[in-house]
């Protein structure tokens, strides 16, 4: 692979409204947060900084990122000032491929180095990914103090790393504070991740019950792999329809399928349909407005992502998770089992478990009162619904 011969520190998409003045820079409190490459490394930056802006509508906010990648997109949409620098991620082997990332984290280091000069930000926010290595790594170079955010029970490879320098952490759960590399941390405190204040705030009502021709008189099962979908959970949900339609008086069925799946998913319920007509569901690619399907949702199947545990117990929802088991650090299957072992969860390992034993989960959570009400008791003391003004009210305590 050729790579440039220079780095380019004037990449395109620094629009003339994101140079701050230098009055501003004098007189506001400036704050830079890093993180992306995903919505899970992404969303909760930007619930940082709707937070800070809430707490002082003064507070400058600059996003620095990957140029081209997710975050460059989103940040703008959300209203905040967006700097690109070149990322890349180091293959998890020795390969030729180190050579090239080698150069693109180099020049994202030089890149993260000049924006530290020009800003001269009172405290740089990681949220991890390998997005915000350079970034922090400049701060820490500058001698400006930084912060970090882990959204996992287990703690990511950019996260661990900088730690040990970092003057604050906030972690998602109470399982990552055991990890070693924070031991020289400065301030340590489980806040639970950032999430959005309507996840929380939309209100159970009938109205959204007509909207997707649902029934407040039945428990309604939640099916979402994420905002593309999981193809092995729209399996496992299609393949136990025929033994759930019994419940059909009971049960009703919401299912964000992705939009790769959306044809074939539709398919398998109207054949269902043609046999139970009273069978209620909602088959949609994807929910824009997901905290309307969360108000009426009684128990979730689901991944188990940083940010889905934190939305679901936000809201108190009793959840089967089914944990991608092939991401690095296996880290939704330790975020399930942290949920789980405190009674929120049931945990079904991809590949281990059977539709009868989903059918039997789904079926003892909903129709046992006892056992859905311990679960929803214990959903709602895990979550965390003011993180992100908790972390914001701690950074502005720092700047």
């Not at 081209?68 to 180091?90: C, D, K, N, W, Y």
């Not at 309604?220 to 959970?233: D, P």
């Not at 939704?332 to 989903?358: C, D, H, K, P, W």
Request: some cysteine.
């Amino acid at each position: 692979m050729s790579t440039s011969k220079h780095c380019d520190t004037n990449l395109s998409g620094i629009n003339s409204h994101d140079v701050v003045s230098s009055q501003q820079i004098e007189t506001h409190r400036k704050v830079v947060i890093a993180g992306g490459g995903t919505g899970g490394h992404i969303y909760p930056a930007i619930g940082i900084a709707q937070a800070l802006q809430r707490l002082d509508a003064t507070v400058d906010i600059i996003f620095i990122g990957g140029a081209g990648r997710l975050e460059s997109t989103l940040v703008p949409q959300h209203g905040f000032q967006f700097r690109p620098i070149s990322v890349a991620g180091f293959p998890r082997r020795l390969t030729l491929q180190w050579f090239p990332v080698i150069w693109k984290v180099f020049c994202g280091l030089t890149q993260s180095l000049r924006y530290m000069n020009e800003l001269k930000p009172d405290v740089v926010i990681g949220t991890g990914g390998y997005v915000s290595g350079p970034v922090l790594l400049a701060a820490l170079l500058r001698k400006i103090p930084v912060a970090i955010q882990e959204q996992n029970a287990s703690v990511g490879l950019t996260n661990s790393i900088l730690a040990r320098w970092a003057k604050a952490a906030y972690l998602a759960m109470e399982s990552a504070r055991k990890n070693n590399s924070f031991r020289h941390t400065g301030h340590i405190e489980v806040t639970g991740n950032p999430i959005r204040p309507a996840i929380t705030a939309f209100p159970r009502c009938e109205e959204t019950y007509r909207k997707f021709g649902l029934s407040p008189d039945r428990k309604t099962i939640f099916v979402m792999g994420g905002s593309q979908g999981a193809q092995a959970i729209n399996t496992a949900v299609t393949d136990a329809l025929p033994s759930l339609v019994e419940l059909a008086d009971q049960i009703q069925i919401v299912h964000q399928t992705g939009a790769a799946d959306v044809a074939s998913v539709e398919t398998e319920y109207e054949a269902v349909l043609a046999l139970h007509k009273d069978f209620l569901h909602c088959v949609r690619p994807f929910f824009d407005t997901v905290e309307e399907i969360y108000s009426i949702t009684d128990v979730m199947v689901c991944r188990a992502g940083g940010m889905t545990v934190a939305e679901v117990t936000a809201c108190g929802i009793p959840a089967i998770f089914i944990p991608l088991p092939s991401q690095t650090g296996n880290d939704q299957v330790r975020n399930a089992y942290s949920i789980a072992e405190e009674g929120a969860a049931v945990v079904l390992e991809q590949g281990g478990f059977t539709v009868e034993m989903l059918v039997e989960s789904l079926t003892h959570i909903l129709l046992d009162q006892d056992t859905y009400e311990q679960m929803v008791s214990a959903s709602r003391a895990l979550g965390k619904p003011n993180a992100s003004d908790n972390i914001a009210k701690s950074i502005l305590s720092y700047v």
